[in-house]
């Protein structure tokens, strides 16, 4: 098949797929905050698809034994600009993922470090992205939205009036990249995540924490106390589907995007709803409920999200439903 410049407006998904993967060069790619819920997965996926030497993990914190031998890894600080730009430009990096963040619940606790490393720090990698040309991709998630946000179906375009620390240093990422991508060409990309559910990696400290929480606790003590009430409905979705969405918006051909920043959904539950499907597969577990601060940040979200246009425009799809998360988070957690 031939490509040119001028048809590809008109190209298919499919077809723009493949022109991007015939004509892209391997990235070089450096994670940041890649010792954390999302970034250990997400560094391995990356390296199955572009080769180990071309990921670049990094962190504040050491990694282990294991995740050091599968690939490089290096001390990076988001918030020493100088310190960054050295590892990008030592190794001709061509994408960075900035995920160093402090979440919702821990940020309402330090909330000058969430203010520094959720803005300066991603200001730094957004800095950089301009000055080295590098595609950059910094998530956001649920909490930029707000108790004036329409909480069912959120579409993408909406009222965004978040009143966590959390959620306004999000709405920064989210304005100020699409402001470097209007103003000086960077190709910045950004993707609100619903609350993740891991098996292998540890929550970092969010009000969506409990999802994951609420599993190892029905193996270990066939018992939970649940921080949200019974009824809180929650956005949510399964850490393989996360990953996968995230590589293919990564490697998304630029012609296919019609926005920057994108609405990524899969199911939403309610503590309630979790703990039976739980229940149904761990006899007699059962979930009491004593709400804290996280009740007012978790009342302030949407209940669902609208993420049509992730799967019109890049081809977005969920495996998992709630079910299936919940069969392979027990089969996962029993071993
Ligand atoms: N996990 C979730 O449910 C969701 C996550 N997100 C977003 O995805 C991204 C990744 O989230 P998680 O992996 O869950 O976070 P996490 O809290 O598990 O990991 C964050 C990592 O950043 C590192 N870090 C802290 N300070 C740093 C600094 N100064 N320089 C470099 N790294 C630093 C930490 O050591 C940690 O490994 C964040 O932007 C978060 O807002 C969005 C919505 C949902
Ligand atoms: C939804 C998120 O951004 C995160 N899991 C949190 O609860 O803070």
């Known amino acids: 098949m031939v490509f040119n410049a001028t048809t590809t407006a008109r190209r298919s998904l499919p077809q723009l797929r493949r022109f991007a993967s015939v004509t892209a060069p391997t990235p070089k790619i450096l994670v940041t905050g890649a010792l954390g819920q999302l970034g250990v997965g997400l560094v391995q996926l990356l390296r199955n ?17 294991a995740m050091r031998s599968e690939g490089p890894f290096v001390f990076g600080d988001v918030l020493d600009y100088k310190q960054l730009e ?6 001709d990096v061509t994408w960075i993922i900035n995920l160093s963040a402090l979440l919702s619940a821990v940020g309402e606790m330090h909330m000058d470090r969430a203010l520094a490393i959720n803005m300066q720090g991603f200001q730094n990698t957004l800095e950089l992205a301009k000055r080295h040309q590098l595609r950059i991709l910094c998530p956001s998630t649920i909490g930029a939205f707000g108790p004036s946000t329409p909480r069912d179906n959120t579409p993408d375009l909406t009222i965004m009036r978040p009143t966590t620390i959390y959620g306004i240093t ?4 989210e304005l100020m990249g699409e402001y470097y991508h209007r103003r000086f060409g960077v190709d910045f990309r950004s993707l609100r995540y619903p609350g993740i559910i891991s098996a292998d990696t540890e929550p970092g400290g969010g009000t969506t924490d409990y999802a994951v929480q609420i599993f190892h606790s029905a193996l270990k003590d066939n018992a939970y106390k649940c921080y949200l009430g019974p009824d809180t409905a929650l956005p949510m979705m399964y850490l393989p589907d996360c990953l996968n969405g995230t590589v293919s918006f990564l490697s998304a051909p630029t012609e296919s995007l ?3 920043t994108y609405n990524m959904a899969a199911f939403s539950f309610t ?22 601060y996280r009740q007012a940040i ?4 949407p209940r ?3 993420d049509s ?7 977005w799809k969920n495996e998992y439903d709630l079910d299936g998360m919940v069969d392979d988070m027990l089969v996962r957690l029993r071993k």
């Open 49 to 65: 698809k572009y080769g180990a030497n071309n990921v670049i993990s990094s962190d504040v914190r050491k990694p282990t034994a």
């Open 86 to 91: 050295s590892i990008v430009v030592n190794n």
């Open 170 to 173: 999000k709405v920064h990422v």
């Open 258 to 260: 019609t926005q920057r």
């Open 271 to 292: 503590p309630k709803e979790i703990s039976a499907k739980i229940a149904e597969r761990v006899k007699g577990f059962e979930t009491t409920y004593e709400p804290d």
């Open 298 to 301: 978790a009342d302030s979200w």
């Open 304 to 306: 669902s999200l609208d």
């Open 309 to 315: 246009i992730a799967r019109k425009d890049w081809g």
